[in-house]
C-alpha cells in the first residue's frame, strides 16, 4: 500500500470524525446536518454541467442512495442526542462492516475467513462494551447508532451497484450529494416550515465549513481507491474511531476512560480485520 493512499486514507478519517464533532456541539443539530448538506449541493452544482449526464440505469441508485443519506443524517441526529461522540461515532461506524459482512453470510452465502470472523467478533465486543456500564449511552441512543449503521450498510451497498451504471464515477457521487443536499433542507422546510440561514452569523460558517470537510472526506477516499486495494484503503479510514474518541475527549471535555479507549480500539481492529 503506498504512502499516498495511507496519507489520504488517515487525512480522510480526521475529517470524517471533525465534521462529527461539529454536529455533535451543535446547538441545533438538524439545523447544522442541513446547512453542511445543502453547502455541498452548491459545492457539488458547477461540476454537475462538466461531467456526463448519468445514463437511465443509474438514477434510481442515485435516487435510492440520496433518500438513505437523508434517513442516515436524521438519525445520526437523534442518536448525538443522548450519546457522547466517543460512544455514537464508534457504534455507527462499527455496525456498517459488521452488518455487511454478516449480510453476505447469512443472504449470499459468503464463506467467512478467519480475518472476517475474528473481525464479527471484536466489533460485536467492542459495540457491547460501549453500550454496558455506568458512562454507556442511554438505550435511545444506542439504538439510534445501530440504526444509522444499518443505513450506512444498505446505501454504501446501493452505491456499490450504481456507480457500475455510469462512466464517471465521480458524476454518481455528485449527483447524490447534490440531491441529498436539496432532500434533507426540503425535509427540514417540512418538519419546521422554514429554513433560517444567516450568511452573517459565524455558525452558519462554521456549519459550510463542516460541509465542505465532509465532502472533502468522501473525496480523498475516492482518490485513495486508485492507489491502493478498496479493502486496505477502507482499514486505515477505519482509525476514524480512535480519532473520534480523542477529539471528544481534547475538544469537547468528554470522559476519555481507559474502558472507552480499549472498546473503541477493539472496534477499529475488528473493522481493520474485515477489511483486510
Not at 441508485?61 to 461515532?89: D, P, T
Not at 477516499?221 to 486495494?229: L, Q
Request: contains cysteine; aromatic residues 10%.
Amino acid at each position: 500500500m503506498s504512502v499516498v493512499a495511507v496519507g489520504l486514507a488517515l487525512i480522510a478519517a480526521i475529517l470524517h470524525a471533525s465534521w462529527n464533532a461539529f454536529l455533535r456541539t451543535g446547538a441545533d443539530r438538524l439545523w447544522s446536518i442541513t446547512v453542511m448538506s445543502l453547502a455541498g449541493s452548491v459545492i457539488c452544482l458547477p461540476f454537475l454541467f462538466v461531467l456526463p449526464l448519468p445514463g437511465d440505469a443509474a438514477w434510481p441508485y442515485i435516487l435510492l442512495s440520496s433518500c438513505l443519506q437523508v434517513g442516515y443524517s436524521l438519525f445520526l441526529v437523534a442518536a448525538y442526542r443522548h450519546g457522547e461522540l466517543g460512544q455514537v461515532y464508534p457504534i455507527v461506524r462499527g455496525t456498517v462492516p459488521l452488518l455487511v459482512t454478516l449480510g453476505g453470510f447469512l443472504f449470499f452465502g459468503e464463506v467467512l475467513g478467519p480475518w472476517q470472523t475474528l473481525g464479527v467478533v471484536l466489533i460485536a465486543s467492542g459495540i457491547m462494551s460501549l453500550s454496558l456500564g455506568k458512562t454507556r449511552a442511554a438505550t435511545s441512543s444506542i439504538l439510534f447508532a445501530l440504526t444509522t449503521g444499518l443505513i450506512i450498510a444498505c446505501y454504501s451497498t446501493v452505491d456499490s451497484r450504481g456507480v457500475k451504471m455510469v462512466e464517471q464515477p465521480a458524476a454518481y457521487a455528485l449527483w447524490v450529494l447534490f440531491l441529498f443536499g436539496l432532500m434533507i433542507t426540503l425535509a427540514f422546510i417540512v418538519t419546521r416550515r422554514r429554513l433560517q440561514i444567516d450568511l452573517r452569523s459565524p455558525v452558519t460558517w462554521k456549519a459550510v465549513g463542516g460541509g465542505a470537510l465532509a465532502m472533502l472526506a468522501y473525496g480523498l477516499v475516492v482518490v485513495a481507491y486508485a492507489y491502493a486495494p478498496a479493502g486496505l484503503v477502507t482499514a486505515v479510514r477505519e482509525t476514524s474511531v480512535v480519532f473520534a474518541v480523542l477529539i471528544g475527549a481534547l475538544l469537547l471535555g468528554e470522559r476519555l476512560t481507559w474502558q472507552r479507549v480499549l472498546a473503541c480500539l477493539v472496534v477499529a481492529g475488528g473493522a481493520i480485520a474485515i477489511s483486510l
